[in-house]
């Protein structure tokens, strides 16, 4: 991706924050809600936004559902508000990178866990190690 995408993604992100926060007084979006990353294709006429909606699966379905209302009022907005050739469409999908990272990070947990438990209940394991009274004469 050029700069300037990067620069677009950047502003876009700000800019659909500030509205959702101030303008947009849909009740399915009241929850916390957070523009987590927003993606322009190369020539500026396509965004996709992605939003992380604290909640269950009904929240985010109500949030979606919400913010997909507002689409055109947000793209008329950002028209208004920023100085480009062309303000992108704007498509919105549910970022679950969120949920994915702690599902992993809990597996990670209970491995580790399960490890710990089983070494310790071990008993080969407890005369393992380096010994301290040998001794390593590397002079010949």
């Known amino acids: 991706m050029s700069r300037r995408v990067d620069r677009i993604n950047g502003l876009l992100r700000e800019e659909i924050s500030k509205l959702l926060l101030r303008e947009i007084k849909d009740p399915r979006l009241s929850g916390l809600l957070t523009i987590t990353q927003v993606t ?56 679950d990178s969120m949920e994915t990272a702690d599902h992993i990070f809990r597996l990670m947990d209970q491995a580790r866990q399960e490890s710990d438990a089983s070494l310790l209940s071990d008993e080969g394991i407890r005369g393992a190690g380096p010994k301290s009274s040998s001794t390593i004469d590397f002079e010949q």
């Open 40 to 95: 322009t294709s190369s020539d500026l006429r396509n965004a996709k936004v992605y939003l992380s909606v604290l909640g269950d699966d009904e929240a985010n379905t109500d949030a979606l559902q919400g913010i997909q209302s507002a689409a055109t009022f947000l793209r008329k907005q950002l028209r208004e508000r920023l100085r480009l050739k062309y303000v992108p469409f704007l498509t919105f999908e549910i970022d």
